[in-house]
């Protein structure tokens, strides 16, 4: 039997592995794809303090920073131009092979290709093969799906309206690597967003991202917003589909030997669908609190729900905003509202601001921070 059994090879399952075996903690990582999706199913932009915290930022691969970005709020633009590159456009796909790897080195067993079947409580994984591997903790790491989560009656179906739904392309052009380009609104997308964000000169990531339950063309739509972007040629290299979850983070993310970590536990941004840093933060306290478990310090999981606590509060506080926004004339009126006094704080007090962003990012580091 394993100490700990991670459902999911993604960024908050390879974070949890991670910390779960460095503590000593025999562990097992299932996932589903052979390897780590490529291109990688997201925008793929994170803030350099994620990427220097969790040491993954020294390494020789794409780390596009960025100087300004450019909103659209329904044809009205705000430039937000900052004095360093906080923001960087990454290469995922490197970050969860690096992850994966560190794991492997640290001895964690790591079962790629191979889909999770069953839970049968409390130990048991049924693979697809029929297979079963045990573990004294499950860890749900398993995204959207919430495989263990809704299995153990934590987490139920989602309504149409909080599930984010979304297209992405890989475009070859000609790009000004130091600018993204964000536009909400109509007309490429409404109730939603479209992105281009630049990994290089040449190569960005587009996308239009929507609330779910809306009858569009997510292809045509950004087609349309690709044609807005590029004067000139390009050719799209590389096309997927993904959902997420922009819901209210589960009430209770732990269950006896269950955790639940990021996506999974609905634990995104559900005004922007980000959550590198949600599910990196996450997994890592998931694999600090089962090692706490099985080493006697702590007598229940709770201490994984009693961390995210404050966390939740605030996701929270951001879902309720958002289910004001479902119509689109306080959509538009909201993010108008955000942009124009962001834009205002950045040029006159830039230091300041960026500051501030600082600050509130380094403060989600205080759940794991001083439990290590």
Not at 348 to 371: G, H, S, W
Request: hydrophobic share 40%; charged share 25%.
């Amino acid at each position: 039997m394993y100490d700990v059994v991670v459902v999911g090879g993604n960024l908050a399952g390879t974070s949890s592995a991670i910390h779960a075996a460095s503590k000593g903690l025999k562990v097992a990582l299932v996932e589903k794809n052979k390897e780590p999706y490529n291109p990688a199913h997201c925008g793929e932009a994170i803030h350099l303090d994620t990427l220097n915290y969790f040491d993954l930022y020294d390494m020789d691969y794409i780390k596009n920073p960025i100087l300004t970005t450019i909103i659209n709020v329904s044809e009205k633009e705000y430039a937000l131009s900052y004095k360093a590159p906080y923001q960087l456009v990454i290469d995922r796909n490197f970050i969860e092979n690096e992850l994966l790897n560190r794991a492997t080195k640290l001895g964690v067993n790591v079962i790629m290709g191979s889909r999770m079947k069953d839970y049968t409580p409390p130990n048991d994984i049924v693979l697809g093969d029929g297979s079963k591997i045990k573990g004294k903790i499950i860890i749900d790491s398993s995204g959207i799906a919430c495989q263990i989560g809704k299995r153990v009656g934590l987490a139920g179906t989602l309504r149409q309206e909080d599930v984010g739904v979304g297209v992405q392309s890989r475009v070859k052009g000609n790009f000004k690597a130091d600018t993204m380009k964000i536009w909400f609104g109509r007309p490429y997308a409404p109730l939603g967003y479209a992105y281009l964000f630049p990994l290089n000169e040449e190569i960005a990531n587009f996308g239009i991202g929507l609330l779910g339950g809306q009858k569009y063309n997510l292809n045509e739509l950004l087609n349309n917003y690709i044609k807005h972007e590029i004067s000139g040629q390009y050719q799209i290299q590389s096309t997927f589909r993904a959902c997420v979850p922009i819901a209210a983070p589960l009430t209770q993310v732990y269950k006896d030997n269950v955790m639940i970590t990021g996506d999974a536990a609905r634990l995104t941004n559900s005004l922007t669908a980000g959550g590198i840093r949600y599910a990196l933060i996450s997994g890592a306290l998931a694999g600090i609190v089962a090692s706490k478990y099985l080493n006697n310090e702590v007598n229940s999981l709770e201490l994984y729900q009693i961390r995210l606590k404050k966390l939740v509060r605030a996701l929270n506080r951001i879902y309720n905003k958002k289910r004001k926004m479902e119509e689109e004339k306080y959509f538009i009126k909201y993010y108008s509202r955000i942009f124009k006094v962001a834009g205002y704080a950045i040029k006159v007090a830039p230091n300041f601001t960026e500051k501030y962003i600082l600050k509130k990012l380094q403060k989600d580091r205080l759940i794991i921070d001083n439990l290590e």
